[in-house]
């Protein structure tokens, strides 16, 4: 028996004017997860990869809901066709309601807004908020320099090691969410060091 599917979280860009790449591997990841069973929820825009992988999940006949603040949404940047539109008072609730009702966090390429939610799930982890999967989907090799800066932070002792964990870098779609499908929690670990000196 298969499992159920579960509830996605999908950081994006929402710009269209980047390599036809990255919006590519937006729409097949959109498409796996609804031939997976697996319902999405982003933060509702229609254009960039926020658009594509929203597309894709309807290509194969699964479950969008986009969640927007109407600041945004009165900009009609907003994916009218998703089955389920939230619209919410601000950012801070946006970001909120897709933290709540997600299994787990998909991080496409984006700018400053994707990063932002990515490190705010990733430090809600550290601190054991949740033990929810985090990937992030490096098209390109786009997440490259963050990896980096991860292995710096590591090294200078501003992050543990084991944090390194915390986050699952993937090459392609199918790597992101056979992650998740076989993703089980690690015991959580304290954020703060021992003094070194």
Excluded at 108 to 119: A, M
Aim: aromatic content about 8%; hydrophobic content about 45%; charged content about 25%.
């Amino acid at each position: 028996m298969a499992a159920p599917g579960k509830t996605l979280c999908v950081y994006a860009a929402s710009s269209d004017a980047v390599d036809p790449a990255y919006l590519d591997a937006a729409g097949e990841l959109g498409g796996a997860m609804a031939r997976a069973g697996h319902t999405l929820i982003y933060g509702a825009g229609h254009m960039g990869l926020m658009g594509a992988v929203a597309r894709g999940v309807h290509a194969e006949g699964g479950h969008v809901t986009g969640v927007i603040p109407e600041k945004l949404d009165a900009k009609d940047l907003a994916y009218r066709e998703a089955d389920e539109l939230i619209v919410t008072t601000g950012m801070r609730e946006r970001k909120a309601i897709m933290e709540d009702r997600a299994d787990a966090f998909i991080t496409l390429p984006g700018g400053f807004g994707t990063l932002e939610e990515l490190l705010e799930v990733l430090v809600l982890k550290q601190l054991a908020y949740h033990e929810k999967p985090i990937v992030l989907l490096n098209t390109r090799q786009f997440f490259e320099p963050l990896r980096l800066l991860i292995d710096h932070l590591v090294v200078e002792r501003f992050v543990k090691p084991s944090h390194r964990s915390l986050c699952h870098f993937a090459d392609t779609p199918t790597e992101a969410l056979d992650y998740i499908t076989h993703y089980e929690a690690a015991p959580a670990e304290g954020k703060w060091f021992e003094p070194k000196y």
